[in-house]
């Protein structure tokens, strides 16, 4: 049975509630963080898709071109993030995450899921196994229906046990399996 537009109404005020919930807790732990939420965003992408064009991360993040430079000169300043000339293209720059980039963005989720922890102490694991769960279909819903698949979770965040199985690794993508993705 397809979704009511009643139903798709009451979702859309839900994913904003959360939406407005999350920038609010973000924002009260942000005087302690090393990092920003677009620098986390930055180093995020990087770890799930390393050596990207500034302009990619552009296309891919909520900056502009220039918030993108200045959050790129930061991180490279922090040792987060090394810059080198596109093989391809001399006057454009590839960007990758550091390991030291890839250690800080670690210790930041690790503090993160921390806090979040401290936050839904009211869940017990079934439910929040549940919560994820629900919130990675709606995830996967809403990337295939952009034409893009999930590439925002890094790979320290998939190794790393935080009391719920790490997702089992995706098929090899052969021509078949990528047109089923489209569909």
Do not use: W
């Not at 049975?1 to 942000?30: C, G, I, N, Y």
């Not at 090393?34 to 992408?45: G, K, M, R, W, Y």
Request: some cysteine; proline content about 6%; glycine content about 4%.
């Amino acid at each position: 049975m397809p979704l009511s537009r009643e139903t798709a109404e009451e979702l859309v005020r839900d994913l904003f509630e959360l939406q407005r919930a999350t920038r609010r807790v973000l924002k009260e732990t942000a005087a302690h963080r090393e990092l920003s939420t677009s620098q986390v965003d930055v180093l995020t992408f990087l770890s799930c898709q390393p050596g990207r064009r500034a302009k990619d991360l552009v296309a891919e993040s909520s900056l502009g071109a220039s918030g993108m430079s200045r959050h790129l000169a930061a991180l490279e300043q922090m040792g987060h993030v090394a810059r080198a000339q596109d093989p391809q293209d001399g006057r454009a720059q590839i960007v990758d995450i550091t390991e030291t980039g890839r250690r800080a963005l670690e210790a930041h989720l690790r503090q993160d899921a921390e806090h979040l922890a401290a936050r839904l102490a009211g869940l017990d694991e079934a439910q929040a196994h549940r919560t994820r769960e629900d919130l990675s279909r709606l995830t996967d819903l809403l990337t295939r229906s952009l034409g893009t698949g999930r590439e925002s979770t890094p790979p320290a965040v998939r190794e790393t046990n935080y009391h719920t199985p790490p997702p089992q690794p995706a098929a090899p993508v052969t021509p078949e399996r990528e047109e089923e993705t489209r569909s």
